[in-house]
């Protein structure tokens, strides 16, 4: 009988599987090699990054006569293995920092150097159309951070000018790209010493105020922070407009659907790339499963068909007996 | 006759409403939508609901099979080769045919024959094949971590919820032809009478 049961278990799994596995084979984006890009300003940033790519440093006291060894503040480090994959790694850094900063020991009054945000480049340039940075602007505005502009908030709290790289168009894995984004949230909202220079609340435990969410720690693998805590803009590719908390979506049943959220957020890009028949929101499929968003509309049709075979032959025995019974 | 001890009862009742209720709150997590539709309860809900009453159905089903270790019980479910097909087609040849015709039940109800060789099929499939795979597949979604990654290149998370779901199905439909066979006694209420009092009402037509 174990025998007869092992037997069942295994053409059970094989014949689930084989139908499945062909629409499931689905590769991925493909991934861009950004390892062997070389700046044309290497040789310039180098001046820079020999003492901001790393936590210590080390310059000449010519008064002492001595060479000194510093740790760089942590605020100010660049590593160089960051900024040349990031989205600016074409950039000299006296393309935005002033040349003065040639000179050592910096002069001061370049700590009010004005720092650009991302329209004065990116706004109203062609180029760079297909990003809507315009509307993007115009979602910030309306969130919840946008209140904190004059308490110090701009575009680089999120998007780190040196090390920033856009992920959810290039990712092959959505997994790291996943990470990736929560880790620009977390890295205010985890980090009290850094959340404190925008706001006066109390610390707040994230797992604490999450702690309403089943499965809390696959919730946190799987989606981004901005799935629930944006409101989704249709002309945007990653939603801008983050809600204040209690806005956030809390119905389990946004996600877990036939409608699910995650099509217009998290699977946006993908699902306007590649298809995947067979499952509702097949493409989810490639990275995650989600309970509820990805029923197979195959079986779902099988499962109705058996039901009603089965509720057929009921009643047509039905009709027997009781034809029987009036004999 | 009596034929259902008190632990068989006790079992079957707890079994039967932890299946319901894991029934409705599985349709509900796999159809809930946007919109809510009548059976199917909000999402949050049918998960918590269908978790503890999964936890509860595993003891009880842990509570069923030793007690058939244990019991003079397990001797219903025992499969013998002999006649095995022969006997399964008198028994379908009675309920498509025989029944409307008149004839003796081939398999009648006695202390030691309480299945008819397509109920002992069908329980044993239940009882010994789906609810082992559906209670293992369960926890594997309720504990993801133990689930292997993947398998033939296919998500051992996603193949773990088919099983789950087909496992699930089967025993729906199982239950459906359960509770319609059981309109078979002597009259459509006696066999329902049976595992509630543990007395069976004997007669020719019985399943």
Same mark, same amino acid.
């Given at each position: 009988?174990?025998?007869?049961?092992?037997?069942?278990?295994?053409?059970?799994?094989?014949?689930?599987?084989?139908?499945?596995?062909?629409?499931?084979?689905?590769?991925?984006?493909?991934?861009?090699?950004?390892?062997?890009?070389?700046?044309?300003?290497?040789?310039?940033?180098?001046?820079?990054?020999?003492?901001?790519?790393?936590?210590?440093?080390?310059?000449?006291?010519?008064?002492?006569?001595?060479?000194?060894?510093?740790?760089?503040?942590?605020?100010?480090?660049?590593?160089?293995?960051?900024?040349?994959?990031?989205?600016?790694?074409?950039?000299?850094?006296?393309?935005?920092?002033?040349?003065?900063?040639?000179?050592f020991p910096h002069p001061g009054e370049l700590r009010m150097e004005l720092k650009y945000n991302c329209l004065?480049?990116?706004?109203?340039?062609?180029?760079?159309?297909?990003?809507?940075?315009?509307?993007?602007?115009?979602?910030?505005?309306?969130?919840?951070?946008?209140?904190?502009?004059?308490?110090?908030?701009?575009?680089?709290?999120?998007?780190?000018?040196?090390?920033?790289?856009?992920?959810?168009?290039?990712?092959?894995?959505?997994?790291?790209?996943?990470?990736?984004?929560?880790? =620009?949230?977390?890295?205010?909202?985890?980090?009290?010493?850094?959340?404190?220079?925008?706001?006066?609340?109390?610390?707040?435990?994230?797992?604490?105020?999450?702690?309403?969410?089943?499965?809390?720690?696959?919730?946190?693998?799987?989606?981004?922070? =901005?799935?629930?805590?944006?409101?989704?803009?249709?002309?945007?590719?990653?939603?801008?407009?983050?809600?204040?908390?209690?806005?956030?979506?809390?119905?389990?049943?946004?996600?877990?659907?036939?409608?699910?959220?995650?099509?217009?957020?998290?699977?946006?890009?993908?699902?306007?790339?590649?298809?995947?028949?067979?499952?509702?929101?097949?493409?989810?499929?490639?990275?995650?499963?989600? =309970?509820?968003?990805?029923?197979?509309?195959?079986?779902?049709?099988?499962?109705?068909?058996?039901?009603?075979?089965?509720?057929?032959?009921?009643?047509?025995?039905?009709?027997?007996?009781?034809?029987?019974?009036?004999? | 006759?009596?034929?259902?001890?008190?632990?068989?009862?006790?079992?079957?009742?707890?079994?039967?409403?932890?299946?319901?209720?894991?029934?409705?709150?599985?349709?509900?997590?796999?159809?809930?939508?946007?919109?809510?539709?009548?059976?199917?309860?909000?999402?949050?809900?049918?998960?918590?609901?269908?978790?503890?009453?999964?936890?509860?159905?595993?003891?009880?089903?842990?509570?069923?099979?030793?007690?058939?270790?244990?019991?003079?019980?397990?001797?219903?479910?025992?499969?013998?080769?002999?006649?095995?097909?022969?006997?399964?087609?008198?028994?379908?040849?009675?309920?498509?045919?025989?029944?409307?015709?008149?004839?003796?039940? $081939?398999?009648?109800?006695?202390?030691?024959?309480?299945?008819? $060789?397509?109920?002992?099929?069908?329980?044993?499939?239940?009882?010994?094949?789906?609810? $082992?795979?559906?209670?293992?597949?369960?926890?594997?979604?309720?504990?993801?971590?133990?689930?292997?990654?993947?398998?033939?290149?296919?998500?051992?998370?996603?193949?773990?919820?088919?099983?789950?779901?087909?496992?699930?199905?089967?025993?729906?439909?199982?239950?459906?032809?359960?509770?319609?066979?059981?309109?078979?006694?002597?009259?459509?209420?006696?066999?329902?009478?049976?595992?509630?009092?543990?007395?069976?009402? $004997?007669?020719?037509?019985?399943?």
């Amino acid at each position: 009988m174990k025998f007869l049961h092992a037997r069942i278990l295994t053409v059970i799994y094989l014949c689930l599987s084989a139908p499945f596995a062909f629409a499931l084979s689905w590769s991925g984006l493909p991934a861009k090699d950004t390892g062997s890009y070389v700046s044309p300003f290497y040789e310039d940033n180098e001046r820079c990054f020999k003492c901001h790519g790393q936590g210590k440093y080390k310059y000449s006291n010519d008064q002492l006569g001595t060479e000194i060894n510093a740790l760089m503040c942590t605020e100010r480090i660049t590593k160089r293995e960051e900024f040349y994959i990031s989205n600016h790694r074409s950039f000299g850094c006296t393309d935005c920092h002033s040349t003065d900063y040639g000179t050592f020991p910096h002069p001061g009054e370049l700590r009010m150097e004005l720092k650009y945000n991302c329209l004065d480049c990116h706004g109203g340039d062609d180029k760079y159309s297909s990003f809507n940075f315009e509307t993007i602007d115009s979602d910030y505005r309306e969130s919840i951070h946008f209140r904190l502009e004059e308490d110090g908030f701009t575009c680089w709290k999120c998007h780190n000018p040196h090390t920033y790289k856009i992920s959810i168009r290039d990712s092959k894995n959505l997994k790291e790209t996943i990470l990736y984004d929560n880790a =620009i949230c977390l890295n205010c909202h985890s980090d009290f010493s850094r959340f404190q220079l925008l706001s006066d609340r109390d610390e707040i435990n994230l797992m604490e105020t999450h702690e309403w969410l089943p499965d809390q720690t696959n919730h946190f693998r799987n989606v981004r922070c =901005i799935e629930c805590h944006t409101r989704i803009n249709d002309s945007l590719l990653v939603s801008h407009m983050v809600l204040s908390k209690d806005k956030a979506v809390k119905l389990c049943n946004e996600c877990h659907s036939q409608n699910s959220m995650l099509m217009s957020t998290l699977y946006k890009f993908q699902s306007k790339e590649q298809r995947q028949d067979g499952f509702f929101n097949g493409i989810i499929l490639n990275q995650s499963y989600v =309970i509820g968003a990805n029923r197979n509309e195959y079986l779902n049709i099988l499962s109705i068909v058996i039901f009603a075979f089965v509720i057929l032959i009921i009643c047509v025995h039905i009709y027997f007996r009781l034809s029987g019974k009036a004999k | 006759m009596y034929l259902y001890p008190v632990w068989v009862r006790l079992w079957h009742l707890v079994n039967a409403l932890l299946i319901l209720v894991l029934i409705v709150t599985g349709v509900s997590m796999q159809y809930t939508d946007q919109k809510e539709y009548i059976l199917v309860v909000g999402f949050a809900r049918a998960v918590k609901w269908h978790n503890i009453s999964a936890v509860f159905l595993t003891f009880n089903y842990i509570f069923f099979v030793m007690g058939n270790i244990f019991t003079k019980n397990g001797r219903f479910y025992k499969i013998r080769k002999e006649n095995f097909l022969k006997d399964l087609g008198k028994q379908l040849r009675y309920y498509s045919l025989g029944m409307f015709k008149g004839e003796k039940h $081939p398999f009648p109800v006695n202390p030691d024959q309480k299945f008819n $060789p397509l109920q002992k099929l069908s329980y044993v499939l239940a009882m010994y094949v789906a609810l $082992p795979l559906i209670i293992i597949s369960g926890f594997g979604l309720l504990f993801p971590e133990i689930v292997i990654s993947g398998l033939f290149g296919i998500s051992g998370i996603i193949l773990t919820d088919i099983l789950h779901i087909t496992m699930g199905f089967f025993l729906s439909v199982f239950l459906v032809i359960h509770i319609y066979t059981c309109t078979l006694g002597a009259r459509p209420s006696s066999l329902f009478r049976g595992i509630i009092t543990g007395y069976h009402e $004997p007669d020719d037509h019985i399943v």
